[in-house]
Nanobody, 124 residues
Framework: VQLQACGGGLVQTGDSLRLSCAAS????????MGWFRQAPGKEREFVAA???????YYADPVKGRFTISRDNAKNTVYLQMNSLRPEDTAVYYC???????????????????WGQGTQVTVSS
């Protein structure tokens, strides 16, 4: 399974971006898909996930601002990011995997497949 993320960029505080992650190979519709981010000097952290059932989970810092969605017909997962803040600056990674239990949905180690990352920079 290969994941290709895109959509990052340099924006100002309050702006919006939409990240996309296209999957090839595997059975996308059966995978939980997640977005993680990693800022310089920090550990990779959970942002959002959507299970094959459609259930959605968010990290507290992004609730109400970010929206994750998936299009199984296009093998693509999206992350709509609104009201961006400087603290959202990071490399954003998409990830996917099958058989991820609910208690592990926020754990990057639970995901078998990773995209290459896309840089999001929010200027103040």
């Amino acid at each position: 399974v290969q994941l290709q993320a895109c959509g990052g960029g340099l924006v100002q505080t309050g702006d919006s971006l939409r990240l996309s992650c296209a999957a090839s190979g595997g059975t996308f519709r059966t995978y939980a898909m997640g977005w993680f981010r990693q800022a310089p000097g920090k550990e990779r952290e959970f942002v959002a996930a959507i299970r094959s059932t459609g259930h959605i989970y968010y990290a507290d810092p992004v609730k109400g601002r970010f929206t994750i969605s998936r299009d199984n017909a296009k093998n693509t997962v999206y992350l709509q990011m609104n009201s961006l803040r400087p603290e959202d600056t990071a490399v954003y990674y998409c990830a996917g995997g099958g058989g991820i239990i609910l208690s592990s949905i926020r754990n990057p180690q639970a995901y078998a497949y990773w995209g290459q990352g896309t840089q999001v920079t929010v200027s103040s």
